[in-house]
């Protein structure tokens, strides 16, 4: 059974760190196009940042609003991905979300590609305080 599951969520203040997992089991974790989402109350889902390795090289995107303070990772070993958010700001504040497909597509072009992942975590919350 394919299964996401997030943890590390919380409450930290402004200028904090978080950093968020994801446990993924029931497929073949390294070949998986991965992604982390949020979503805050009365806003659009967004896509935070996706992650790929392939073909001898990884392929990362973030969103403009988390580039420097945001680390997306995984460890193929233990089948988990990682966010290490840092420098967190209240707008960061959101239920974040692990997401996975087998299309690598959403990795390697983005765009509305992102909007095809599959698979989901049932999301942890980020509280950011100012």
């Known amino acids: 059974q394919v299964q996401l599951v997030e943890s590390g969520g919380g409450s930290v203040q402004a200028g904090g760190s978080l950093r968020l997992s994801c446990a993924a089991s029931?497929?073949?974790?390294?070949?998986?196009?991965m992604g982390w989402f949020r979503q805050a109350p009365g806003k659009e889902r967004e896509a935070v940042a996706t992650?790929?390795?392939?073909?001898?090289?990884?392929?990362?995107y973030y969103a403009d609003s988390v580039k420097g303070r945001f680390t997306n990772s995984q460890d193929n070993a233990k089948n988990t991905l990682y966010l290490q958010m840092n420098e967190l700001k209240p707008e960061d504040a959101a239920m974040y979300y692990c997401?996975?497909?087998?299309?690598?597509?959403?990795?390697?072009?983005?765009?509305?590609?992102?909007?095809?992942?599959?698979?989901w975590g049932q999301g942890t919350q980020v509280t950011v305080s100012s």
């Open positions: 997401a996975a497909d087998p299309d690598i597509r959403a990795c390697l072009y983005g765009g509305n590609w992102r909007s095809e992942f599959g698979l």
């Open positions: 029931g497929y073949t974790f390294s070949s998986y196009c």
């Open positions: 992650i790929y390795s392939g073909g001898g090289s990884t392929h990362y």
